[in-house]
Nanobody
Framework: VQLVESGGDLAQPGGSLTLSCAAS????????MSWVRQAPGKGREWVAS????????YYLASVKGRFTISRDNAKNTVYLQMNSLKPEDTALYYC??????????????WGKGRLVTVSS
């Protein structure tokens, strides 16, 4: 299994960024996918999840209405669109594969992470 994140980098407060995660080595369309972040000096924090078919999405309260998780099962890719970014969104963002075919059951594979910095 491989999960490779791309996108992100630097944005000003109020700006937007998009993260992508290209998956391989498993049947992508059968598994839920999530994004998890780790801010400097803090532990990992779940951000968003999407069910395998894309119909169910779930968000951390502090990002709901600003972030959108989506997936393209034909491209084996999951996305995180981040709008109205705040300095507190600064973190290393990880793509994670759900252990089961739903969401909320934990993760068994992780990407290496992509740094998002929100600063003026």
């Amino acid at each position: 299994v491989q999960l490779v994140e791309s996108g992100g980098d630097l944005a000003q407060p109020g700006g937007s960024l998009t993260l992508s995660c290209a998956a391989s080595g498993f049947t992508f369309s059968l598994y839920g996918m999530s994004w998890v972040r780790q801010a400097p000096g803090k532990g990992r924090e779940w951000v968003a999840s999407i069910r395998r078919g894309g119909s169910g999405t779930y968000y951390l309260a502090s990002v709901k209405g600003r972030f959108t998780i989506s997936r393209d099962n034909a491209k084996n890719t999951v996305y995180l669109q981040m709008n109205s970014l705040k300095p507190e969104d600064t973190a290393l963002y990880y793509c994670a594969k759900e252990r089961g075919r739903t969401v909320g059951g934990g993760f068994d594979f992780w990407g290496k992470g992509r740094l998002v910095t929100v600063s003026s």
